[in-house]
């Protein structure tokens, strides 16, 4: 394991342990230094015991890169792995051996904090066919949302990385994606001609979250029954204990999204858990069909599909309604989009 190696696995635990960002930023910044320097005087400065005289360098990051260089599993990552680790419950299980992809992640070219290489990367690692790259689209400025110039360029490289993980031998594809702001109006943050050109399309709320309730319900409806959305994404935009859910009607809402075959997110952030499990319920008896997505922002955050995994399985959310259980091909021809 190099001393990169060891850093960013590292950043990925803490980051599946919902880590302060304080923490997070410290080996961020030490991964930086040790990609810029070269490994020789890492070797000396290990030897000497003055890394931590290095620039962002400290007495933690230092003993990661130097048990990294002396070929030992560094102490600090062997604990954070551990008390990282996810259990998967057993009602859970079935759901989460039945994914295959995931529908809502975010990279650095919104406000995530990994690279599409390194989401894909992770993703593979964890046994995915797929993952739809969904960044935030331009209304969204606080998480540094893509204008369609960007996503243009986006899908230029997301084209790329596909022809570099064919050429590395993995049977694996990313997804071009975006998660659309749904507007005031329930007009949709992206023109027409650009939502053509994506495989899958995530619609959400993120502004005026405490609209009147009928108006927010025909907003939601205005976007579910836009033939370019493919899934609703965290439906009432709550903040576990910060945030309490939108207002609005829910049979209506899912009467609309199981018309017009938009999935209902089970979003599995921690902080979301969105639908509550009432809605959820409410949306299986509409017969809805589901996507459970992590919503992802780092590498970490893609093993937390099982905790949504596990509030499916409470409500008797029906696996075959799942679509992310269903490989690439099926899934493309349920959003319309070429194969």
């Known amino acids: 394991m190099t001393p990169e190696d060891a850093l960013l696995r590292v950043i990925h635990c803490l980051d599946r342990s919902r880590a302060s960002g304080f923490k997070t930023k410290a080996f961020v910044r030490a991964l930086d230094v040790v990609r810029t320097t070269d490994r020789d005087e890492l070797e000396r400065r290990a030897d000497a015991g003055t890394l931590d005289e290095l620039d962002g360098i400290g007495a933690s990051t230092g003993q990661v890169i130097a048990d990294a260089l002396a070929g030992r599993e560094p102490a600090y990552l062997a604990d954070i792995e551990s008390a990282s680790r996810i259990e998967v419950s057993d009602r859970a299980r079935p759901y989460l051996d039945a994914l295959r992809g995931d529908c809502h992640l975010h990279s650095t070219w919104s406000d995530g904090g990994a690279p599409i290489e390194q989401m894909a990367a992770t993703a593979i690692a964890l046994g995915h066919e797929y993952m739809v790259q969904t960044d935030h689209s331009a209304r969204l400025t606080i998480a540094h949302g893509l204008n369609e110039e960007r996503l243009a360029e986006q899908l230029d490289q997301i084209a790329e990385v596909n022809r570099q993980i064919t050429e590395a031998g993995h049977d694996f ?63 009432t935009g709550r903040m576990i204990g910060k945030r309490p859910p939108s207002d609005f009607d829910a049979d209506y809402v899912f009467a609309a999204c199981a018309t017009y075959g938009t999935a209902v997110e089970i979003n599995c952030r921690p902080e979301r858990l969105d639908p509550p499990r009432d809605l959820l319920r409410l949306a299986v008896d509409h017969g809805c069909v589901f996507t459970i997505d992590t919503d992802a ?21 029906p696996i075959d309604r799942v679509m992310n259980t269903k490989p690439v091909d099926e899934l493309l021809a349920w959003t319309g989009a070429a194969a």
């Open 297 to 317: 922002h780092a590498t970490g955050q893609l093993e937390w599909q099982s905790l949504g995994c596990d509030r499916a399985a409470e409500c008797e959310v």
């Open 173 to 235: 594809r990313i997804l071009a994606g975006m998660e659309v702001d749904i507007l005031v109006d329930g007009a949709l943050d992206l023109s027409d001609e650009m939502l053509a050109r994506l495989d899958v399309v995530v619609a959400s709320v993120h502004s005026k979250l405490r609209m009147e309730r009928r108006e927010m319900t025909e907003r939601m409806v205005m976007a579910i029954a836009s033939p370019h959305v493919d899934i609703l994404g965290h439906c």
